[in-house]
């Protein structure tokens, strides 16, 4: 009785965070990924830390709205060893990003609400996108660069960068639980808060957390 009371529970957490698609979709070999789930891209350090735990804090009072899912880390940690591959089939990992802030969202076609949060990351990053911030819309699609390439093309996305991982290691890697998941990352490379479920990327209230962030670091 009580388990079932606890999985109930966990899917109506899941349906007030809205929408949100289980990690593990169509034909997902996760579970090959767990042997690198705990290795990290690249060292960082304490002051690193101490800045990025600093900037989470102060994100608090921004997650409100349409922000309002927004979680800041209490101990921002290193982004995980993640490969991708962009539209070219090039290889690349997080470091490709390194030096600036970094909105990564985990997404993938088959995921109905990650389709429909897509283009208001595309006009995010058309707007606030550049040396300072990289919105990254991070494919999780394991029949690969084609079905992405489709759906970008059908919507109109003219902003946003190819890149998938056909492993579907990503959403491991990062424990998230499902799709889609964002996570901001700071230019040194740690995760300062994470938004689990679909979210309108164009609101203000994004826009004005996000520049929060980017002008913390400018600060130095």
């Given at each position: 009785m009580k388990t079932k009371l606890f999985a109930s529970l966990a899917v109506a957490a899941l349906l007030v965070?809205?929408?949100?698609?289980?990690?593990?979709?169509?034909?997902?070999?996760?579970?090959?990924?767990?042997?690198?789930?705990?290795?990290?891209?690249?060292?960082?350090?304490?002051?690193?830390?101490?800045?990025?735990?600093?900037?989470?804090?102060?994100?608090?009072?921004?997650?409100?709205?349409?922000?309002?899912?927004?979680?800041?880390?209490?101990?921002?940690s290193p982004v995980?060893?993640?490969?991708?591959?962009?539209?070219?089939?090039?290889?690349?990992?997080?470091?490709?990003f390194r030096g600036k802030l970094v909105v990564l969202n985990l997404w993938a076609t088959w995921c109905a609400p990650c389709r429909h949060e897509m283009p208001t990351l595309d006009q995010l990053?058309?707007?606030?996108?550049?040396?300072?911030?990289?919105?990254?819309?991070?494919?999780?699609?394991?029949?690969g660069l084609d079905e992405v390439k489709k759906f970008f093309a059908g919507i109109k996305v003219s902003h946003l960068a190819i890149y998938n991982d056909p492993t579907a290691a990503a959403g491991l890697k990062f424990k998230a639980i499902g799709l889609p998941t964002t996570l901001l990352i700071s230019p040194g490379g740690l995760v300062l808060g994470r938004f689990v479920g679909p979210?309108?990327?164009?609101?203000?209230?994004?826009?004005?957390?996000?520049?929060?962030?980017a002008k913390a670091y400018a600060a130095g």
């Open positions: 965070l809205g929408a949100v698609y289980l990690i593990a979709g169509p034909g997902s070999n996760a579970d090959d990924a767990a042997g690198g789930a705990g290795k990290t891209s690249q060292p960082v350090s304490q002051a690193d830390e101490a800045k990025a735990a600093a900037v989470a804090a102060s994100l608090k009072s921004y997650a409100t709205g349409a922000m309002a899912n927004f979680v800041p880390e209490a101990a921002p995980p060893e993640v490969s991708f591959t962009d539209a070219g089939g090039a290889n690349h990992d997080l470091g490709l990053e058309g707007e606030i996108g550049g040396d300072r911030v990289a919105v990254v819309a991070l494919s999780v699609d394991q029949t979210a309108e990327w164009n609101a203000p209230e994004a826009k004005a957390l996000i520049d929060a962030a």
